[in-house]
């Protein structure tokens, strides 16, 4: 049996070192294992022609042979397209052109035999195929090879005649040569048990399959095995760990938690408040080191649930600790933690990079002596010069602002990792928090506070402007301030500060009876706090910023968050920024500003806006549309997705099913020594080596 790893893609026949360097640099293609799982994205089927009546939306490329029964013009400016209506007497397909409309109605006729070529899809419950390709019927030759794959290139690929087909050919002789099996990667047990194919025939199948059927079940075995060693790896080294660390046990609920409950809690804890902290309670009385996210909605009273997460560390002797990404949210929550605590003998502290010289060396002496309970700040808190007396408990606020090497920092402020409570306001769907924080308990607020009125979110185009203004004048009449909100990217920052700075100047204009302040990234630290500050004290009733504000600011009085270009805004970045209205007793509306030209993508992000407030409802959809790679909130985890097969929005069924499996395999082997497990564990050694991502995520 030989190794295909370690043999180089250069001396495979046809390669050579240029084209083996190409391949390297775009591809990442070094040996000729990495070259078999480089797969396929699309299949071509020329092996028979089908009956419009047999196919359906998850068939690869297909033929039919029939004629058109007519033409229809649909549509205006950018939606205008043509459909010819085919029909082969079995059933009808919608032939769809977005392009070169004229050229096909000039070329196509009514009634004549063609043979039509595409990958058929369902659109509004009826079948279509966009830009097939089209052929007289004498021009058919049927191929015997089944399948054929396609492969993705990059443009200097194609410059070293390194096209699919190229790739195509170097797969046929590298599987041609495959005498022996390769050696399998799942164990006999699982293959067995779930009706997998082995590994060599999937890869086989996988890139030369004989029809659509073979070619599922490949592909099945090979995103089975992709998720289940995703899985395997977190739950193996989280369960190492929890093997390791012990947890500092909480084991009472004493004074500071009980007359907080008694006499300072303002309103009763919502029902899905109160459920989380049981499953904290459990966790820190349980002996285990608790690592738990905390997912909530916007405004749906996390601080509150940390709080009391925090206040009973303290009853066990512990001092806590809760980290915000920026000062204004760390000040923030020290005044509303200190608010909440008034009258209670505990000492909270700020620590941030402006509290300096005397001021820091008497909380840093605090600290140690155990005089300061609860310290709230920033990134400053895990600096090496701070340290605790015994830290028990750390609250941080805003995960994806934070990677997991920050993370780690904190296990070291003790002699024992502290418990841990991550929260994040950026609802993830389960799927991906797998995932992703797959080594971390999930707890949900899925409840708002009683008595919040819905933000009401309308879209209006940008023509409409006079009515806006309008509304605004009233609403700042009666009292409330308002959230302006442009674009920042970097590609296009210099055009979007321009606007950003039009606008301001157009809104002082427009607004005379009105303070504005305006915020935006590229200003001093300093700067932008003193602007921020004007509008949290009520000062400045109107505020104009770049996505700065996205994160957690609190001003209960602001009621109406206005989105310049709200098509150039993710799903999720939308619903965090409405996210900071509504958030007092009066009646609250986010309006997207657009221009008339919307792609369907961005109809429907603002569809979505439009109908629901639910976060979660909304990370679902945007999973959906945009994939994980982009979702808010991976990019900084420091876990970048390398997925080859697998589709995290839509195998995420198959994600749920594995990690039970997983889970399985490490409750029934916590040690990683029985026999029958040898390949997995072996398998997970040899990708935890060659994958560095893989290493990030536990
Ligand atoms: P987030 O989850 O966004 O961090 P906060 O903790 O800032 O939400 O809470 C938002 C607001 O709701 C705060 O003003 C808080 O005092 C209030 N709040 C929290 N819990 C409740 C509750 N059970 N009943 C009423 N108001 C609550
Ligand atoms: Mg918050």
Redesign the pocket.
């Known amino acids: 049996m030989f190794d295909l790893a370690t043999r180089d893609i250069k001396y495979l026949a046809g390669v050579g070192p240029q084209k083996a360097t190409v391949l390297n640099k775009e591809l990442e293609i070094f040996s000729l294992h990495d070259l078999i799982y480089y797969f396929p994205y699309k299949y071509v089927d020329r092996s028979r022609v089908y009956l419009i009546r047999e196919i359906d939306g998850n068939m690869p490329y297909i033929q039919l042979k029939g004629q058109i029964v007519g033409f229809e013009d649909v549509g205006e400016g950018r939606h205008r397209r043509l459909m010819g209506h085919f029909s082969d007497g079995t059933g009808v397909v919608d032939l769809v052109w977005f392009q070169g409309i004229k050229y096909i109605l000039g070329k196509y006729k009514l009634h004549e035999e063609y043979i039509v070529f595409g990958k058929p899809t369902v659109f509004n419950g009826r079948i279509n195929l966009a830009h097939p390709d089209i052929e007289k019927p004498d021009e058919l030759k049927l191929s015997t090879v089944g399948l054929q794959p396609y492969y993705n290139t990059t443009e200097k690929m194609k410059r070293s005649f390194l096209n699919s087909h190229a790739i195509e050919k170097m797969m046929t002789t590298v599987i041609g040569q495959l005498k022996e099996p390769l050696p399998e990667t799942l164990s006999p047990r699982i293959l067995a048990d779930h009706h997998l194919m082995p590994l060599t025939e999937a890869i086989r199948n996988v890139h030369f399959p004989t029809n659509a059927d073979v070619l599922r079940r490949a592909q099945y075995r090979l995103k089975f095995e992709e998720l289940f060693y995703v899985q395997l790896n977190i739950l193996r080294y989280a369960k190492d760990r929890q093997r390791k660390y012990r947890g500092y046990i909480f084991g009472k609920v004493g004074h500071y938690f009980n007359t907080f409950y008694a006499q300072n809690l303002?309103?009763?804890?919502?029902g899905a408040?109160k459920r989380v902290l049981k499953e904290i309670r459990g966790d820190v009385g349980s002996g285990r080191q608790m690592n738990r996210l905390l997912q909530?909605?916007?405004?749906?009273?996390?601080?509150?649930v940390a709080l009391m997460s925090m206040l009973l560390a303290l009853d066990n002797g512990y001092q806590a600790c809760m980290m915000a990404p920026t000062e204004i949210l760390a000040n923030q929550h020290y005044e509303?933690v200190r608010e909440l605590l008034f009258g209670m003998d505990v000492r909270v502290e700020l620590l941030t990079g402006s509290v300096k010289g005397k001021r820091r060396e008497a909380i840093l002496q605090g600290l140690l002596t155990g005089d300061v309970h609860i310290l709230i700040g920033t990134h400053a808190v895990i600096e090496d010069t701070v340290n605790f007396s015994a830290l028990g408990f750390v609250v941080i606020?805003e995960q994806h602002r934070f990677g997991v090497a920050q993370r780690a920092r904190l296990w070291s402020k003790n002699v024992q990792p502290p418990h841990v409570l991550v929260?994040t306001?950026t609802p993830i769907p389960r799927t991906l928090a797998m995932t992703l924080y797959g080594d971390l308990d999930v707890s949900v607020?899925d409840e708002l506070?009683?008595?919040r009125k819905p933000i009401t979110t309308i879209h209006q185009f940008d023509i409409h402007r006079e009515s806006l203004y309008r509304s605004m004048h009233k609403q700042v009449a009666e009292g409330r301030q308002v959230y302006i909100v442009y674009p920042l990217i970097k590609e296009s920052e210099k055009i979007d500060l321009k606007n950003l700075e039009e606008g301001y100047q157009h809104i002082v204009e427009e607004f005379p009876e009105c303070q504005v302040c305006k915020v935006h990234g590229k200003m001093k630290a300093a700067e932008k706090e003193a602007q921020m500050q004007l509008f949290v004290s009520g000062q400045a009733q109107i505020m104009v910023a770049t996505t700065v504000i996205e994160v957690?600011v609190?001003v209960?009085n602001a009621s109406v968050m206005v989105i310049e270009n709200a098509e150039r805004f993710g799903l999720s970045q939308l619903h965090q920024l409405r996210?900071r209205v509504g958030?007092g007793a009066e009646q609250s509306y986010c309006i997207l500003v657009t221009n008339y030209k919307l792609t369907e993508d961005t109809r429907k992000r603002l569809e979505i806006m439009v109908r629901t407030n639910d976060g979660f409802e909304i990370a679902e959809a945007d999973l959906k549309l945009r994939g994980p790679g982009d979702l808010e909130g991976t990019q900084q985890s420091g876990v970048a997705f390398d997925l080859k097969i697998a589709n995290i929005a839509r195998d995420g069924q198959l994600l749920q099913y594995v990690r039970h499996i997983a889970e399985e395999v490490v409750d029934g082997d916590p040690t990683a020594e029985l026999p029958e497990n040898e390949i997995l564990w072996k398998q997970l050694k040899a990708l935890r080596k060659t994958n560095v991502n893989w290493a990030a995520i536990s």
């Open positions: 303002p309103f009763q804890l919502t408040q909530g909605d916007v405004g749906s009273g996390k601080t509150l509303t606020d929260m306001a607020i506070p009683p008595g957690g609190n209960p996210g958030r």
